[in-house]
Nanobody
């Protein structure tokens, strides 16, 4: 079982920035993919961004140009830098780790991000 712990959430004004961190209990170099998801009130969980073991990144349309996913292998940590936040970004953000492409995600407990307008 892989354990993931998110941090860095909180309350921010519209237009502001936050950086989320996710510490993973096992070497992230072993992971096929790391990702950030989010779930807004009354909505389904949705993908935000992914980063593969190769370092290749991908973003959902709403995140492109505003969010940046990165990793620090030495710290077993994946980050999500979020800029130009707006009220629609208010959600619980989850870190996810996928060991192999045929498996299922391990999840963090989630962290609240609230953007005030």
């Amino acid at each position: 079982q892989v354990h993931l712990v998110e941090s860095g959430g909180g309350l921010v004004q519209a237009g502001g920035s936050l950086r989320l961190s996710c510490v993973v209990s096992t070497p992230i170099t072993n992971m096929y993919r790391l990702a950030w998801y989010r779930q807004a009130p009354g909505k389904q969980r949705e993908l935000v961004a992914t980063i593969l073991a190769t370092g290749v990144t991908d973003y959902e349309a709403y995140a492109k140009g505003r969010f940046s996913i990165s990793r620090d292998n030495a710290k077993n940590t994946v980050y999500l830098q979020m800029n130009s936040l707006n009220s629609e970004d208010t959600a619980v953000y989850y870190c996810a780790a996928l060991l192999d492409p045929f498996g299922s995600n391990d999840w963090g407990q989630g962290i609240q991000v609230t953007v005030s307008s």
